[in-house]
Protein backbone atom coordinates (compact mmCIF):
# COMPACT_ATOMS: atom_id res chain seq x y z
CA UNK A 1 0.00 0.00 0.00
CA UNK A 2 2.69 2.43 0.87
CA UNK A 3 4.79 1.58 -2.22
CA UNK A 4 1.39 2.29 -4.08
CA UNK A 5 1.07 5.55 -2.24
CA UNK A 6 5.25 6.71 -2.72
CA UNK A 7 6.44 4.91 -5.68
CA UNK A 8 9.39 6.34 -4.90
CA UNK A 9 9.97 4.19 -1.64
CA UNK A 10 10.35 1.11 -4.03
CA UNK A 11 13.47 2.79 -6.05
CA UNK A 12 15.32 3.64 -2.38
CA UNK A 13 17.25 0.51 -1.76
CA UNK A 14 18.52 1.42 -5.19
CA UNK A 15 19.14 5.28 -4.10
CA UNK A 16 20.43 4.64 -0.74
CA UNK A 17 22.14 1.23 -2.13
CA UNK A 18 21.09 -0.70 1.05
CA UNK A 19 19.62 -3.17 -1.15
CA UNK A 20 18.34 -6.01 1.34
CA UNK A 21 16.24 -3.56 3.57
CA UNK A 22 12.50 -3.24 1.91
CA UNK A 23 12.04 0.44 0.64
CA UNK A 24 10.00 1.19 3.90
CA UNK A 25 12.79 0.43 5.97
CA UNK A 26 15.06 2.54 4.46
CA UNK A 27 12.91 4.97 5.00
CA UNK A 28 11.75 4.08 8.60
CA UNK A 29 15.51 4.11 8.86
CA UNK A 30 16.19 7.50 7.59
CA UNK A 31 13.49 8.05 9.83
CA UNK A 32 14.83 7.12 12.80
CA UNK A 33 18.12 8.45 12.26
CA UNK A 34 16.30 11.45 12.04
CA UNK A 35 14.47 11.98 14.72
CA UNK A 36 17.40 11.15 17.02
CA UNK A 37 19.56 13.64 15.55
CA UNK A 38 16.41 16.24 15.90
CA UNK A 39 16.09 14.98 19.27
CA UNK A 40 19.74 15.48 20.42
CA UNK A 41 20.30 18.59 18.76
CA UNK A 42 17.43 19.87 21.02
CA UNK A 43 18.38 18.38 24.17
CA UNK A 44 21.96 19.95 23.98
CA UNK A 45 19.83 23.45 22.92
CA UNK A 46 17.70 22.91 26.20
CA UNK A 47 20.55 21.76 28.33
CA UNK A 48 23.12 24.47 27.44
CA UNK A 49 21.05 27.84 26.70
CA UNK A 50 17.15 26.99 27.78
CA UNK A 51 17.78 25.49 31.56
CA UNK A 52 20.83 27.73 32.56
CA UNK A 53 18.17 30.94 31.80
CA UNK A 54 15.49 29.20 34.18
CA UNK A 55 16.69 31.42 37.22
CA UNK A 56 16.91 34.48 35.41
CA UNK A 57 13.17 34.81 34.92
CA UNK A 58 11.27 37.25 36.66
CA UNK A 59 9.91 36.11 39.71
CA UNK A 60 6.60 37.33 39.22
CA UNK A 61 5.95 35.58 35.94
CA UNK A 62 7.81 32.72 36.57
CA UNK A 63 5.10 30.27 37.10
CA UNK A 64 3.50 31.68 33.68
CA UNK A 65 6.81 30.74 31.92
CA UNK A 66 7.53 27.61 33.17
CA UNK A 67 3.88 26.39 32.51
CA UNK A 68 4.23 27.42 28.93
CA UNK A 69 7.54 25.96 28.89
CA UNK A 70 6.47 22.41 29.82
CA UNK A 71 3.42 23.22 27.03
CA UNK A 72 5.66 24.31 24.23
CA UNK A 73 8.01 21.55 24.25
CA UNK A 74 5.74 18.91 24.94
CA UNK A 75 4.11 19.67 21.88
CA UNK A 76 7.44 19.50 19.77
CA UNK A 77 8.72 16.74 21.83
CA UNK A 78 6.43 13.75 22.33
CA UNK A 79 5.70 12.88 18.72
CA UNK A 80 9.69 12.54 17.93
CA UNK A 81 10.21 10.61 21.12
CA UNK A 82 7.46 7.90 20.14
CA UNK A 83 8.36 7.67 17.12
CA UNK A 84 11.88 7.52 18.15
CA UNK A 85 10.89 4.94 20.65
CA UNK A 86 9.17 2.86 18.11
CA UNK A 87 11.63 2.73 15.39
CA UNK A 88 14.35 1.70 18.08
CA UNK A 89 11.96 -1.46 18.80
CA UNK A 90 11.37 -2.36 15.34
CA UNK A 91 14.90 -2.24 14.30
CA UNK A 92 15.59 -3.68 18.16
CA UNK A 93 13.54 -6.88 16.71
CA UNK A 94 14.26 -6.77 13.28
CA UNK A 95 18.05 -5.35 12.98
CA UNK A 96 19.03 -4.21 9.43
CA UNK A 97 21.44 -6.68 7.34
CA UNK A 98 24.88 -5.74 8.47
CA UNK A 99 24.33 -4.38 12.20
CA UNK A 100 24.47 -6.15 15.43
CA UNK A 101 21.67 -7.04 17.60
CA UNK A 102 23.63 -5.97 20.18
CA UNK A 103 23.79 -2.51 18.44
CA UNK A 104 20.26 -1.83 18.07
CA UNK A 105 19.53 -3.17 21.55
CA UNK A 106 21.97 -0.55 22.90
CA UNK A 107 20.14 2.04 21.37
CA UNK A 108 16.97 0.78 22.43
CA UNK A 109 18.53 0.67 26.10
CA UNK A 110 19.26 4.35 25.81
CA UNK A 111 15.61 5.31 24.74
CA UNK A 112 14.57 3.63 27.22
CA UNK A 113 16.61 5.40 30.15
CA UNK A 114 15.80 8.55 28.53
CA UNK A 115 12.37 7.76 29.10
CA UNK A 116 12.96 6.65 32.48
CA UNK A 117 14.85 10.12 33.72
CA UNK A 118 12.32 12.09 31.90
CA UNK A 119 9.38 11.25 33.50
CA UNK A 120 11.09 9.85 37.12
CA UNK A 121 12.74 12.98 37.13
CA UNK A 122 12.51 15.84 34.15
CA UNK A 123 8.81 15.63 34.41
CA UNK A 124 8.80 15.98 38.65
CA UNK A 125 10.88 19.24 38.59
CA UNK A 126 9.37 20.95 35.82
CA UNK A 127 5.70 20.56 37.83
CA UNK A 128 7.74 21.73 41.01
CA UNK A 129 8.87 24.60 38.86
CA UNK A 130 5.77 25.10 37.35
CA UNK A 131 4.13 26.13 41.27
CA UNK A 132 7.01 28.81 41.01
CA UNK A 133 10.70 28.93 41.34
CA UNK A 134 12.65 26.88 43.60
CA UNK A 135 16.28 27.16 43.43
CA UNK A 136 16.46 23.11 44.22
CA UNK A 137 14.29 22.21 41.94
CA UNK A 138 15.77 24.20 39.18
CA UNK A 139 19.52 22.41 39.73
CA UNK A 140 17.96 18.87 39.77
CA UNK A 141 16.91 19.57 36.77
CA UNK A 142 20.03 20.59 35.18
CA UNK A 143 21.90 18.24 36.68
CA UNK A 144 19.66 15.46 35.99
CA UNK A 145 19.23 16.71 32.45
CA UNK A 146 22.78 15.91 31.92
CA UNK A 147 21.83 11.86 31.49
CA UNK A 148 19.24 12.90 28.91
CA UNK A 149 21.75 14.35 26.96
CA UNK A 150 24.78 11.82 27.27
CA UNK A 151 22.03 9.27 26.46
CA UNK A 152 21.00 11.02 23.46
CA UNK A 153 24.29 12.15 22.50
CA UNK A 154 25.34 8.34 22.91
CA UNK A 155 22.16 7.51 20.26
CA UNK A 156 23.23 9.72 17.97
CA UNK A 157 26.35 8.05 17.85
CA UNK A 158 24.92 4.83 17.17
CA UNK A 159 22.53 5.91 14.28
CA UNK A 160 25.47 7.39 12.76
CA UNK A 161 27.45 4.33 12.93
CA UNK A 162 25.39 1.89 11.97
CA UNK A 163 24.47 4.40 9.03
CA UNK A 164 28.04 4.00 8.40
CA UNK A 165 28.21 0.20 8.74
CA UNK A 166 25.58 -0.63 6.42
CA UNK A 167 26.43 1.79 3.64
CA UNK A 168 30.37 0.66 3.99
CA UNK A 169 28.86 -2.73 3.11
CA UNK A 170 27.16 -1.71 0.11
CA UNK A 171 30.74 -0.21 -0.98
CA UNK A 172 32.34 -3.46 -0.53
CA UNK A 173 29.84 -5.16 -2.52
Request: glycine share 8%.
Amino acid sequence: MLLMMFPFFASLDFVCGVSDMLGWEVFLWLLHVSVTLYLTGLIWTIQRVHYPLFDRVDRLGYVEFAREHTGRITSIVMVPMLVELLSAGYFALYPPKGLSSVLMWGGLACVFVIWVVTFSLSVPAHQKLGLGYDAQAHQRLVVTNWFRTVFWTGRAVLVFWGTWLMLAEVSLR
